[in-house]
C-alpha cells in the first residue's frame, strides 16, 4: 500500500506544479517544463526538494537532454518504420493493456481521495501539536559566479567593485552570463534560496556570514573552483503560520485517512470477489 501511496501523492504534485513553458523544440515538437517536471518528480519520487540547490540544475539539464533523445529516437524509429511493424505492435498492446489498469487505478484511487474531507478543528489540532514540523531554518537567495582560477575571481570582483543596489545585482548578472562556468550561469547565477548545509563547506560559511546585497571581497575556493558571491536575500529562522502550511496538513491527513480507507475497500472487494 506504501507503492500506491507514494505513487498517487507524487502524481498530485505534479499536477499541482504543471506549467506549459516550453523549454526546447525538437523537430516541430515541444518539451515543455512540465513534461521535465514530471520526469523529476517520478524519478525522485516527489523528494526533488530535496536534492541541494548545487546539483538540481544540473539534474534538470540532464533530464531535458534525456527528454531531447527520447524525441530524436522516437522520430527516426517513425522514419525507418519500426512503429509499423509487427513487433513493435504487438508490444504496444501489451503495454496499452497493462496502462488501461494502471491508470483505472490512478483515478479510482484519486476519486477516493477527493472524497476524504479533514475539519478545520483537525486541521489545527495537527498544527499545534506539530509545531516543529513547520519551523524553517535561516536561510539566503544567492548568486555566484564560478570560475577556474583564483586571478579570473579577483578581477570580476574588482569590477563590481563600487556598486551596490540594483546596479551591483545587475552587473552581477551580466558578469555570471557571460563569465560563470557553473550550470546557474544562464540565469545570471540564481542558486534560489538554500539552508545551511546544503552547499560545500567553503561555500556555505562564507555565504552565512555575508548580509543582503553584498558580494564576497575575495574569491571562495572550493573543489569546483573559485566563487565570487552575491547575496540577494537573506530569511531568518522562522515558524511558519497556520495559513500558509494548512494545504500541506490538509493533505498530509487526507493522505494518512487514504491508507485507512482504501484498506476498507479492498477488504469489502474481495470479500465479494471470487478468488481461487
Known amino acids: 500500500m506504501n507503492k500506491v501511496t507514494m505513487l498517487l501523492s507524487a502524481l498530485l ?4 506544479m504543471a506549467s506549459a513553458k516550453t523549454l526546447v523544440s525538437v523537430n516541430g ?4 517544463q512540465e513534461d521535465v517536471d514530471t520526469e523529476l518528480m517520478s524519478a525522485t519520487q516527489g523528494r526533488l526538494n530535496q536534492i541541494p540547490a548545487d ?3 544540473a539534474f534538470r539539464k540532464q533530464v531535458l537532454q534525456n527528454l531531447i533523445g527520447k524525441e530524436l529516437i522516437y ?3 517513425k522514419k525507418s518504420g519500426i512503429i509499423n511493424s509487427q513487433e ?3 508490444e504496444f498492446k501489451k503495454l496499452e493493456d497493462r496502462m488501461k489498469k494502471e ?3 490512478q483515478v479510482w484511487q484519486k476519486k477516493l481521495l477527493e472524497n476524504i474531507k479533514i475539519s478545520e478543528k483537525d486541521l489545527k489540532d495537527y498544527y499545534k501539536k506539530n509545531k516543529d514540523e513547520f519551523n524553517e531554518k535561516e536561510s539566503v537567495h544567492a548568486r555566484h559566479i564560478l570560475v577556474k582560477t583564483e586571478d579570473e575571481a579577483k578581477k570580476i570582483i574588482a569590477q563590481l567593485k563600487g556598486l551596490s543596489g540594483e546596479k551591483l545585482k545587475a552587473k552581477f548578472i551580466e558578469l555570471a552570463k557571460k563569465e560563470s562556468t557553473g550550470p546557474s550561469g544562464p540565469k545570471g547565477g540564481d ?5 545551511k548545509g546544503q552547499m560545500v563547506p567553503a561555500f556555505n560559511d562564507k555565504v552565512f556570514s555575508m548580509k543582503k546585497g553584498q558580494v564576497t571581497k575575495e574569491p571562495v575556493k572550493t573543489q569546483f573552483g573559485y566563487h565570487v558571491i552575491y547575496v540577494e536575500d537573506t530569511k531568518p529562522a522562522m515558524t511558519r503560520k497556520f495559513d500558509e502550511v494548512k494545504a500541506f496538513i490538509e493533505q498530509r491527513l487526507k493522505m494518512e485517512k487514504f491508507k485507512t480507507v482504501i484498506k476498507e475497500k479492498m477488504d469489502k472487494l474481495q470479500k465479494k470477489a471470487v478468488i481461487k
Do not use: C, N
Open 191 to 195: 542558486l534560489g534560496y538554500f539552508t
Open 29 to 32: 515538437k515541444a518539451i515543455t
Open 103 to 105: 491508470l483505472a487505478v
Open 88 to 90: 513493435y505492435k504487438r
Open 75 to 77: 522520430d527516426d524509429a
Open 55 to 57: 546539483r538540481q540544475e
Open 13 to 16: 504534485l505534479t499536477s499541482s
